[in-house]
């Protein structure tokens, strides 16, 4: 079945370190992923993006890999601010008779220390 | 912000009750999805509108409908409120990229 998980469920960091933020996913068919940053009381605001026809891209201060030999997806933030503090989700793109629906893990809590 | 907006914030209803939720999409955009995100879990897709009509379904039982609008704007209903229909309710839209952008979401709490 269609399934996207993540490793950590909390991961602490303190301000200025690089954090990496890990995701699997087990439909081999996906061919696009989405990293959301979901601060308190708000709607997933979208990060990056990559296709699975790619093996990394960056963005400002982030930079997502893919790996699909073993269907793993991760996130790098570089120097890690105290903003950053939310919880991030991967999101998995599942084609079904003819639309797209988003597929979330439970997500990764960020905590960045000062 | 991503432009797309969603009403009420929130909303507290009691078991059986019926409720109307309302989303904006961002401009420009045709397509309309609804997700419900239970406190601590990631969302969980319902269903999604094309162009005012219904073309993709996740496991949710028929009380849960929609429509979409002309303008691309979209409701989401629920009818026979239950407790466990307790959740953040959201709404993204997208256009002819991939991408979905969500609004800020209505917190429903069923009593």
């Known amino acids: 079945g269609e399934s996207v998980g993540l490793h950590l469920p909390t991961l602490s960091v303190q301000e200025g370190d690089n954090s990496i933020i890990n995701c699997a996913y087990s439909n081999s068919a996906s061919d696009y992923f989405i990293w959301y940053k979901q601060e308190s009381g708000k709607g997933p605001q979208f990060i990056i993006d990559i296709r699975s026809n790619m093996d990394k891209r960056q963005g400002q201060r982030v930079t997502v890999l893919l790996n699909k030999t073993v269907k793993h997806l991760s996130l790098q933030i570089a120097a890690t601010q105290p903003g950053d503090s939310a919880v991030y989700f991967c999101a998995e793109y599942s084609m079904n008779t003819g639309f797209q629906k988003l597929v979330f893990g439970t997500g990764t809590r960020l905590l960045v220390s000062p | 912000e991503t432009g797309v907006t969603q009403s009420p914030t929130h909303l507290i209803k009691t078991r059986g009750q019926q409720v109307t939720l309302r989303c904006s999409s961002q401009s420009g955009h045709n397509t309309v999805s609804w997700y419900q995100q239970a406190l601590g879990q990631g969302p969980q897709f319902i269903f999604q509108y094309y162009r005012e009509e219904e073309n993709g379904r996740g496991n949710f039982p028929p009380r849960f409908s929609g429509l979409q609008f002309p303008n691309y704007s979209s409701e989401l209903n629920v009818n026979a409120l239950e407790l466990d229909d307790s959740a953040l309710y959201l709404c993204?839209?997208?256009?002819?990229?991939?991408?979905?952008?969500f609004g800020p979401g209505t917190r429903l709490t069923v009593l």
């Open positions: 993204a839209s997208s256009g002819s990229g991939d991408t979905q952008y």
